[in-house]
């Protein structure tokens, strides 16, 4: 019991001191969560490419090829509440190392889909990859705001995800190097046989093996070097002695900046997926741009996200977190309607730029939906991962929109998305906390 006393405090700054961003002794442990940041982001927007490199190699419309996001996402819904119960019987670090192994699981399943040829081969192998990033990223990111004081916690959880979007562009890069300059080019395909035809599929879903491999050997590597490192917090001590009864998701309900919170990632979500599933499509459709150089145009967006990023992190540090949030929310509304009015470079400019005003929002909305929580904040991280859902249910809308008018239409899914997460910063900027604080409190009670 003397082990237990001394975690339940948190380590107290000196008087007048600038809080730390992470407690003493966990600065590793905080490199090793970014790692995991990091490696998510590869897996996640190397799936962007997979959209267009589906529709190219299977002849299948916005729609079905689309259908490699709502495989993705809708992991993330499916595994966040067996997450949450990970975390809360055994602990964010097994939560973290049960969602590296199975998404390891998932990248080497592209093996034998590759020799299948079969398109629900590589959706099956995709939504294993998701459950366990669903599982990693429902336990890191409540791990990293556990890591230090409450008052640094949103531009800790900011830092830890500008280093998501480093793996992001990795992930694209990877796709615009090695899958889609060497895809087998359209007019080729015309005057094949049956035979050659499949040949050419072999040797294209063949490109699609390489970056997938290696991203279950970064996985791994990752799970190694975690595994044998002592990572607790404070916090995590303090919530195992915590006996939590059938009232807390009545407490999470009745919450409305973690209610309306959860719908604001849920759109933040799906507008970001959206962008980024149809940049190469956008580049391709409406301006012309070649197969093989559509990508750079999502690794440009993806630049855009990871500058955009550390700056944000930077300000974050002198304003408050919602009215960063509610100005990027509206800059990305007006860059989506200058895609759909502008079907031209003016229009895959706006594109690209709708990653600056995205940069901050997951973070951001993730820390100030569970500001307070307490003893609740496991489960709410895990209905904030279950709000990802929205990244498997808007791609396939913004497909079906993009094959009945054009692709620059499109773009006013990610519109309306981008309107409701700048309705919800209004709200937190408008709304007092302390009253729903005390609320909840006797609510517990």
Sequence with gaps: MAEMAVPHKEPISPAGAKPGLVYPG?????????????????????????????????????????????????????LAIPAAFINKRFGYKAGVLTGLGLAAVGGLMFLPASQVLAYNFFLLALFVLAAGMSILETSANPFVIAMGPERTATQRLNLAQAFNPVGANIGVLLGALL?????????????????????????????????YMGIAAA?????LLIAFRKMHTPQEHLEAEIEVGAGRFGRLRRNRHY?????????????????????????????????????WFLQ?????????????????????????????????????????????MIGLIAVVGISAS???????????????????????????????????????VQGRVM???????????PAVCLALVTAYALFDLRAARHGEARATAAAAS
């Design 26 to 78: 966990l600065t590793v442990p905080f490199i090793l969560l970014v790692f995991c940041f990091a490696a998510w982001g590869s897996a996640a927007n190397l799936t962007d490419v997979l959209v267009g490199v589906f529709r190219h190699i299977f002849t299948m419309s916005n729609f079905q090829s689309a259908l490699v996001q709502f495989a993705y996402y809708g992991a993330y819904f499916a």
């Design 179 to 211: 899958i889609l300059p060497r895809i087998t080019p359209e007019e080729q395909k015309e005057g094949m046989t049956a035979a050659q035809l499949r040949a050419a599929q072999e040797a294209d879903l063949g490109l699609v093996l390489g970056p």
């Design 219 to 223: 996985l791994l590597a990752i799970w």
């Design 259 to 295: 209610r309306y919170g959860v719908a604001a990632q849920f759109f933040n979500v799906a507008a970001q997926v959206c962008a980024w599933t149809f940049t190469i499509q956008y580049a391709q459709d409406v301006v012309g741009v070649p197969v093989e150089d559509s990508g």
């Design 300 to 344: 440009a967006s993806l630049i855009v996200f990871l500058i955009s990023r550390f700056v944000m992190t930077y300000l974050l540090g002198i304003f408050r977190p919602t009215k960063l949030l509610f100005a990027m929310g509206a800059l990305g509304v007006v860059l989506s309607l200058v895609a759909v009015l502008s079907p031209n």
């Design 358 to 396: 995205l940069s901050l929002m997951f973070p951001t909305i993730y820390g100030v939906a569970l500001q307070g929580l307490g003893e609740d904040t496991k489960f709410g991280a895990a209905g904030l991962v279950m709000a990802i859902l929205g990244g498997a249910l808007l791609p396939p």
């Design 403 to 413: 094959d009945a008018a054009s692709t620059n239409i499109g773009f006013i899914v």
